[in-house]
């Protein structure tokens, strides 16, 4: 974990609410996540910002239970029933960390060009003050968080098979982005498990 513009002695540190678990996934399991995901219908969808349409730079698939939509720029998506592996994994976190989810958002980075900008998840369909389940497959990258009043940075440098944990209160307080890191040319893949509110656009 790299602290950044500020050291565990300043007694206004804010420490974000979230867990490192590095070498959560064995190398089997990565295998078999790799392998599975080779088949996942990623896409790289458009979305509309102030009025113009662009493609993200990424492609995804929202895989989870029955009802369990979400809202992507103004698309509504229906998820894609668990592959086995995936399914596996959710069981996994259920069994090891006590976190129940019933969703999880792939991103698929094919290069460092590639990236998600900053956010907080705090999409109404998530279930308020959830926590928020991230594994990495592939290529280290740096999953960059800020504290939305304070400024203050703190990165988290990825490796495959890691596990990171959005605690609740997280998204309240402090927002998340991946930046581009332009010397990196091979993929990483990333599963964000969320607990989703279900049927919650048909209430
Ligand atoms: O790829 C990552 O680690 C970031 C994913 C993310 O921020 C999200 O899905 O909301």
Redesign the pocket.
Known sequence: MTLDLFTDHDPNIKLPPVVHQPDFLSERQQRLLLQEASDYPLTKIEIEVYGKKHFIPRTQVWFGDEGCDCRYSKTLINPLPWPPVLSKLRQTLLQKCHLDFNAV?V?R?ANGTEC?GW?S?DEPEIVANSAIA?I?LGTCRD?VVRHKASQQKMSYP?QSGDLLIMQPGMQQTWQ???PKRLTVNTPRI?F?FRQITPYFYQL
């Open positions: 958002l991103n980075y998600m956010h998840d991230s990495t999953f990825l998340h982005c991946l990333n964000t």
